[in-house]
């Protein structure tokens, strides 16, 4: 294939899997990668990560959430919506709840958005193209863009076949309070009637103290 007829999304997308892949094999150790599962399912569609049986992947290394979309931030630029969007919550004295909620011991799965999925949102709202930007999100206020994270957030370490469940849909409840419903076509309805796509290959990325599936749209917990 001449990498000339490649569209630049898709480059970005292997970009975007290449780094993750890197960082998490740096993650898991020797000892996950000489098993041969220290990375199980970091590349896998997720197509068969939903449908089949699903091995847990190995054991995680030492990044956890947080560490792992700033490393894929600073390498490729990926997540800069969501880290800024992190990033509104930090009071004057630099503390922030949901970096200590997804930097601590307790296990968390992680629902990340695309910057493009921030982008179509802002673009909802009615914000004009040449306007969009990370910082742009808290413009909505800090109870709003906490209520929106927190409902991104699950307890617990869910791997892909945890989440879905392969005949019927589920409700997974978040930590906001409010509940999504995962499908077995592997979309997931949020309370604002929207159907999320998890993102192929970049599901089940295993950090210290949890879990990541990048998805292509922010979840809404209330109807706009």
Known sequence: ?????????????????????????????????????????????VQDKGRSASPVPGKPGDANIVEIALAVNNDLGEFDYLLGAVGCLTDDDGNNPVVDLLTGDDKKTL???????????????????????????????????????AYHVTDGRRFSNSVFNRNNSKPVEMLNGESITTNPDLTITDIAGQSIGVVPDFVNINASNGVIHVIDTVMLPFIP
């Open 1 to 45: 294939m001449n990498p000339n007829t490649i569209s630049p999304a898709a480059r970005r997308s292997h970009l975007l899997f290449t780094s993750i892949l890197g960082m998490l094999m740096l993650a898991v150790g020797a000892c996950g990668a000489d098993s041969g599962e220290g990375v199980d399912g970091i590349g896998a569609n």
């Open 111 to 149: 629902f990340a958005p695309t910057d493009d999925a921030f982008e179509q949102l802002q673009l909802a709202l009615g914000v004009p193209e040449d306007q969009l930007a990370p910082e742009v999100t808290c413009t909505l206020g800090n109870e709003t863009v906490l209520d929106v994270l």
